[in-house]
C-alpha cells in the first residue's frame, strides 16, 4: 500500500467530522496564514482554527516569494483577506543548505541550473523580517499594514514574534 493509498483509507475513514463553515471561499477571519510546509507545523491545531476562517499557504521555509505574492493578491483582491501572519520555524531545513550548493546539485543531476531562488538562511529570525517587508512593500497586495511574522519553536510549540 502506497503512502497515498494509507491517506485515502484514513479519509474514508474519518468521514466528514472536520467542523467549520464550508459556506464561502472568504475566510470569515479575513486572513491568511504564509507558513513552511514542515509536516510538524500543524497550522490549524496551533492557531485552533476551523473550516473556512483562513487561508493558509504553504511553501519551503514559509518565506514571501513571488508566488506567495500571488496568492495573497489574490487572496485579498478577490476573497476578502485583510492581515497577513508569517509563521517560520526554528529547525528549518532551509537553513542546512545554501542557495549554490543546492543549486549546483540540482544542475549536476539534471543538467539545467534553476532560475528560481532556493532562499536558504541561516537565521530565522532575518528570514522572518524579509519575507514581513516583502509583503509589506508589495504593491500587489491592498493590506500590508497589518503584516506580521513570528517564529513557531517546534520543540516547545510556542509562538515568538519577530521585530
Not at 98 to 127: H, I, M, N, Y
Request: glycine residues 6%; contains cysteine; charged residues 30%.
Amino acid at each position: 500500500m502506497t503512502s497515498i493509498d494509507v491517506l485515502l483509507k484514513r479519509n474514508q475513514e474519518i468521514g466528514n467530522i472536520v467542523p467549520g463553515d464550508r459556506s464561502s471561499p472568504k475566510p470569515s477571519l479575513q486572513v491568511s496564514i504564509l507558513t513552511c510546509m514542515d509536516a510538524r507545523i500543524r497550522v490549524f491545531e496551533i492557531f485552533g482554527l476551523l473550516q473556512g476562517e483562513a487561508h493558509v499557504l504553504r511553501n519551503a521555509g514559509g518565506v514571501v516569494t513571488d508566488d506567495m505574492i500571488r496568492s495573497l493578491a489574490l487572496s485579498q483582491r478577490k476573497l476578502g483577506t485583510r492581515e497577513v501572519l508569517i509563521v517560520q520555524h526554528t529547525d528549518c531545513g532551509l537553513s542546512t543548505v545554501t542557495e549554490d550548493e543546492f543549486k549546483d546539485e540540482l544542475e549536476s543531476a539534471t543538467g539545467l541550473r534553476p532560475t528560481w531562488a532556493v532562499e536558504a538562511f541561516r537565521k530565522v529570525e532575518d528570514s522572518v523580517r524579509t519575507s514581513v517587508e516583502r509583503a509589506r512593500r508589495s504593491d500587489f497586495l491592498l493590506h500590508n499594514d497589518n503584516v506580521r511574522g513570528f517564529v513557531y519553536d517546534v520543540k516547545a510549540g510556542s509562538l515568538t514574534e519577530v521585530k
